[in-house]
């Protein structure tokens, strides 16, 4: 899974896809994971320094460059035809393969295909506090049938580490939680860097700006047996835009509002992760 872009991440979403009868034990050695990952990886959200669009040619390094880097460049970024090159302060060229982090030390760069355009990311150094999470509640968790959307339609979305992509409307599954049944969206949408997609719902509940991420919460919409699907509400995560404001923010799904506070995933820490 390279969304999260680490080959650590794709480990996890396959144990949490394929493991629906997992205790509280495996969320809490999957928590530890994905917070050692934000600490320390080249690529985590929390060394996130800069990320744009490419169209033409991106300048680094220098005060007056598009992205200015401390002690590093001048040099630059050009996309021609979906081809991404990197020009060194050495004035030598190298592709930049989409989707596979190359280190520039001290800094990492990394480029996505997703949207009209690739996308240009730039890491420095990781660092950060754990995330925290609410306490893991075993009737957060419901396995549900999937409403196939009649005539699935396709739209532009931001995913949760804020890549422009075209999802697919997959169809929707209903909840009840607390007596209130609510009817959730459920899209398909591409992995970045990858051939993949997932099924993805992004909610709002009561929880947002009073313990979770104001704009909303994504969670996996897994299979499992029967043809029935798993929504594990405690596996429910941030965008990336809670880590830093390097990254675009996804705009809340029409109509995916729980009319109650659902304690159960990923709280937002703004003092500590910044906003």
């Known amino acids: 899974m390279v969304r999260p872009t680490t080959t650590a991440l794709l480990l996890l979403a396959l144990v949490w896809g394929t493991a629906e009868a997992q205790g509280s034990s495996s969320l809490t050695m999957e928590r530890k994971a994905y917070a050692e990952w934000l600490a320390s990886a080249a690529t985590s959200p929390l060394a996130a320094v800069a990320m744009q669009r490419l169209s033409g040619m991106v300048t680094l390094g220098p005060d007056t460059a598009d992205i200015p880097l401390e002690g590093f460049g001048p040099a630059s970024v050009t996309e021609r035809k979906g081809a991404v090159t990197f020009v060194g302060p050495d004035g030598k060229s190298r592709p930049l393969p989409k989707g596979r982090p190359i280190s520039m030390s001290p800094w990492t760069l990394q480029v996505f295909g997703g949207g009209r355009a690739p996308v240009l990311l730039v890491y420095g150094t990781s660092g950060g506090t754990a995330p925290g999470w609410y306490a ?6 419901f396995t549900l049938p999937l409403e196939a959307a009649p005539a699935p339609s396709r739209r532009r979305v931001l995913t949760l580490d804020g890549i422009d992509v075209e999802a697919e409307t997959a169809g929707h599954v209903s909840v009840t939680i607390g007596g209130a049944t609510t ?6 949408m591409p992995v970045p860097g990858t051939e993949e997609t997932e099924l993805q719902v992004y909610f709002r509940d009561r929880t947002n700006d009073h313990g979770t991420y104001p704009a909303g919460r994504f969670v996996e919409l897994t299979p499992s047996s029967g043809g029935t699907y798993r929504l594990d509400f405690n596996r429910a995560r941030n965008p990336f835009c809670a880590y830093s ?3 675009p923010c996804p705009v809340p799904w029409s109509g995916n509002t729980v009319p109650l506070p659902i304690e159960a995933g990923e709280k937002y820490l703004p003092a500590k992760h910044g906003s």
């Open 136 to 141: 893991v509640n075993p009737e957060l968790a």
């Open 245 to 247: 404001s390097v990254y």
């Open 183 to 188: 009817r959730l969206l459920v899209m398909r």
